[in-house]
């Protein structure tokens, strides 16, 4: 095409009428001029054909890429849909998965754990109808107490009074229910199994200091309020194994990661233990003020020390 072009062109050029006496330079002096003539006037299309074949190589990268993006964004899009209709399928009860599978089916205390029933028991503890179902699952001697407001950010709501748990707890004391539920998943599932363990008997009775008491954290004035203030904590200070046998806390636990004795790794296993179903578990490695019990609760965040 740039060849005819540039033919055209020279045909359109006026021509040289030679004449008899012209000399050889006249000659060459006009062919100079012509092919001057033709470079000026295929200068101006050269760089905008060559503009144009560069902007058409700057676009194809961006229109590959989308033309790439169409695929993912649609199967991204199909993904959400799948999801959509399975938690539909299961929540309605369409789609049949064993009940221990099943996010929406409820907290069955004496089910073996799995990557389900954390969330199971937390979805448990914050209705309160779901809560009291499964604890009524539970060993427990439970009383309901009434709704009440004791002081500035005291009281407690669906709360109950303990009597005894799966084992004997001396005084009984006053327990959400959200804590009351995360107490009987760990006698369930971590107590027992670490006394026959590590003690080679199961607990008979569980020592404490309390739960429920309208106070500051560490009875500090000015400071926010405790777990205890809502009866969502539980301290405790020892166990005693059926054989008679006397583990405590501030006696047998050893300093650091010392498990040298079988107390101190029993002490370690249900700490340990403690932290699958409650939010919050402090013990002597945590600080001072808790070197002689296990400070247990739900709510306040998450921490296992």
Known sequence: MGD???????LSLPRSRGRAGVGATSVATEALLQAQVLQARLQPRIPER?????ARLVRAPATLRAMEAQPRRLGGLLLLLLVALATWALWSGALRVPE??????PLRIDAAPNLLTRFKLDRAASDRDACRAALAQAALDATPLEDRVTGDGCGFDN?????RTSVAVGEPFALSCRSALALAMWERHALQQAATTHLGSPVARIEHFGSYA???????EGGRRSRHATADAFDIAGFVLEDGRRVRVLGDWAAGDDASTPEAAFLR?????????FDVVLGPDYNDAHADHFHVARGGGRLCR
């Open 269 to 277: 296993a249900v700490r340990d233990g403690a932290c699958d179903w």
């Open 159 to 163: 709360a109950f009074r303990i009597a």
């Open 50 to 54: 060559a503009r144009d074949t560069h």
């Open 214 to 220: 309208c106070r500051n954290l560490y009875g500090r």
């Open 100 to 105: 221990r599978w099943n996010p929406w089916a």
């Open 4 to 10: 005819a072009r540039a033919k055209a062109l020279l």
